[in-house]
C-alpha cells in the first residue's frame, strides 16, 4: 500500500497531466534563464501553485481539528518535498525579479 501523501500527490499528477506538463516546459525554460522567463512562469505557475494547494488541503483536512495537527503540518511537507522532487524552482513561482 502506498504512502497517503505519496496516491494524493500521483492522483493530483494524473488528474491534471496537461497542466503539469506544460508547467514542466516552462520550468526547464526558468531552470536555464529565470530573467527572461519570470513573466512566463509566474503566469503559468499561479495555477499549479492553486492546483497544488487544493491537493495538498485534501490531503490534510480532516487531520488540522484535534491532536492530529502537528501530524497534518509533517504530512504537508512530505506532500511538498514529492512536488519539489518534480519541480525544484516551484517555490519561485510569484518570485518578482528586479533588473
Excluded at 497531466?17 to 519570470?38: E, N, P, V
Excluded at 512562469?41 to 491537493?55: Q, T
Aim: hydrophobic residues 35%; charged residues 30%.
Amino acid at each position: 500500500m502506498a504512502v497517503k501523501y505519496k496516491e494524493y500527490f500521483k492522483q493530483m499528477v494524473t488528474d491534471h497531466a496537461a497542466d503539469f506538463g506544460r508547467f514542466k516546459g516552462i520550468h526547464d525554460l526558468y531552470a536555464k534563464d529565470k530573467k527572461t522567463h519570470q513573466a512566463a512562469y509566474n503566469d503559468e505557475g499561479k495555477p499549479i501553485m492553486d492546483i497544488i494547494h487544493d491537493y495538498e488541503k485534501r490531503l490534510c483536512n480532516t487531520m488540522e481539528k484535534g491532536n492530529n495537527a502537528q501530524y497534518s503540518a509533517r504530512l504537508a511537507e512530505k506532500f511538498w518535498t514529492e512536488v519539489r522532487t518534480m519541480f525544484p524552482l516551484i517555490d519561485f513561482v510569484g518570485a518578482i525579479v528586479k533588473k
